[in-house]
């Protein structure tokens, strides 16, 4: 048995197998939820069953929270059952939930006030990631913290990214999400689109799974072109324009909706605005970096091109 025991509050889609992982991997593992079943699978798996937050964080070294939202974790430390009243000093709080930064920021000043140490960790990937001990771990806080929660989170992710400082877990963990769930939505229309025009959607996976379009912009293209500071145009942002209006045209006589596509649209005509009808189709990222008041110069590059010919000659076997 490991030294850390290990309080798991939250045992859902996520939190059950994480805290399976850990009592594989020989920790201690108390656990807590709402929901009396997601307690029972624990208990099979091997763990212990608390009756309250307050019961499973006694004693434990590592207290970890997965729950759905901020409120839910509020409701799980505070009160006269809650995780806070059983916490010490010589305990770390791990949230692995998903929640907004300045939430986070809040949960670990009431901690701090009491004396008490907090880790922001919050997990991309999915419930089948989480079966696997294969998430990605996003740590932000102190590094001694990060240093004494590794061989845990490595039972629950196969990668730790280190996020700096408590609340930059949260950040990316939110803006990450908004690109997958956003694509989700792009994917949905574009699959739709393909069938209420009349095509089979395994050829149009078939071709987009073999384009940009399925290959992703931040594998690709802004490695070679945007973050090289290289607007040169490989596609101008006319030509972009011109082609997002022929797939609305076409949706429109197809009576597919298609919102996402219309939003963007939008964004290509703003970058003709400011005149860059010219630069490669890129130039979308400066556009809206102008637009947030960003500096003009570019914060991040890249100096050699990254898979530079991904679909080239042995990529199409
Ligand atoms: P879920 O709804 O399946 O599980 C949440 C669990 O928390 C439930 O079992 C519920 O009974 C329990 N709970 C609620 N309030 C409680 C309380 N006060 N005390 C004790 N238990 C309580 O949610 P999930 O999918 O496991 O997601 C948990 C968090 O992880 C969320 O913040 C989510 O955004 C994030 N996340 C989810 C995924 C995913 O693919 N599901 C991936 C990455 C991150």
Known sequence: MKNESIAFIGLGAMGLPMARNLVKNGFAVTGYDLNPQALEALVQAGGKRAASAREAAADAGLVITMLPTAAHIRAALEGPEGALQSLSEASLLINMSTILPHETEGIAAVLAARGLRMLDSPVGRSAMEAERGTL???????????????????????????CGEVGGGSRVKVINNFMGISLNALTAEALTLAEACGLSVELALQVMRGTIAGQGHMNITYPNKVLR????????????????????????????????????????TAARAQGRGGQDYSAIYPLMRSLAGLPEALPYTVDTPVNADPFGKSAAR
């Open 136 to 162: 990605l771990i996003l740590a932000s806080g102190a590094a001694a913290d990060k240093a004494r929660a590794e061989e845990a989170l490595l039972c629950m992710g196969n990668q730790i990214i280190d």
């Open 229 to 268: 500071g290289d607007l040169s145009a490989g596609f101008q942002v006319d030509l972009a324009h011109k082609d997002l209006g022929l797939a609305l045209e076409l949706a429109s006589r197809s009576r597919a909706c298609v919102p996402m596509g219309s939003a963007a649209y939008q964004s290509y």
